[in-house]
């Protein structure tokens, strides 16, 4: 069997832990320096995944902007863009959305009771997998490593981070901290209850921290063998 990518999540949030306001428009935790940062994460990563929550509240196209870090990749035998991939446990996940119609190569896992369906809507736009009668990251991951897939960036929404984490799939996170204070209960934080590996008493091991433009980046291992 293939090995499973190393999982980087990547995700930034207020100094009270939310990736965003209530409001319907988009809160920008960060600005052009981190923004390219993680330009340079999904330049270096082979797939990038987001949560079906995320595309339909953000609705995100998840491109590497930068021209000079595409050709890059291209003079490296990539491909132009990395493989985009989403979740979606109930199938609904329209076919006007971004996410379908910029970059290259989209896949999207589902529930078999949600595929035929799925299959349907997004013909021509992307591959669906059915992963058994429940969605299981395990074999997505499973999946993805025997694609080819080595690298794997997750950039949210707060339950996929909750869930990678919860079952201890991740291998890193770099979180970005922005000067900003949330406080509204309705907006969504960076990951919400779960019975984390080792409880509230484990510490992660911390990497590195600087600062990128008005934000702290922390970047922790997750696994003994991150690097």
Not at 41 to 69: C, E, K, M, Y
Not at 77 to 98: C, F, I, Q
Request: hydrophobic content about 40%; glycine content about 12%; charged content about 25%.
């Amino acid at each position: 069997m293939a090995p499973r990518p190393y999982v980087l999540l990547s995700a930034a949030m207020s100094i009270d832990g939310y990736l965003d306001d209530a409001s319907p428009e988009r809160l920008l935790l960060s600005g052009p320096a981190d923004f390219d940062r993680v330009d340079e994460l999904r330049a270096g990563s082979d797939a990038i995944l987001v949560g079906g929550n995320t595309l339909r509240r953000d609705n995100p196209r998840l491109l590497v902007n930068s021209p000079a870090r595409r050709a890059e990749r291209v003079r490296a035998g990539r491909s132009e863009y990395p493989v985009k991939v989403t979740l979606s446990g109930s199938g609904d996940l329209p076919r006007e959305l971004n996410f379908w119609h910029t970059g290259g190569e989209r896949i999207v896992y589902t529930g078999s009771a949600a595929s035929g369906r799925l299959a349907a809507e997004l013909a021509g736009l992307a591959e669906v997998v059915a992963i058994g009668e429940r969605l299981e990251l395990g074999a997505v991951l499973d999946d993805l490593g025997a694609r080819g897939v080595r690298r794997l960036m997750v950039e949210g929404g707060s339950s996929v981070h909750t869930q990678f984490l919860a079952e201890g799939l991740a291998d890193e996170l770099q979180l970005a901290v922005a000067p900003l204070l949330v406080g509204q209960p309705d907006a969504p934080r960076f990951v919400g209850p779960a019975a984390f590996p080792g409880g509230p008493a484990r510490r992660m091991r911390l990497l590195e921290t600087r600062t990128v433009g008005d934000v702290v980046l922390l970047r922790y291992a997750l696994k003994e063998t991150a690097s």
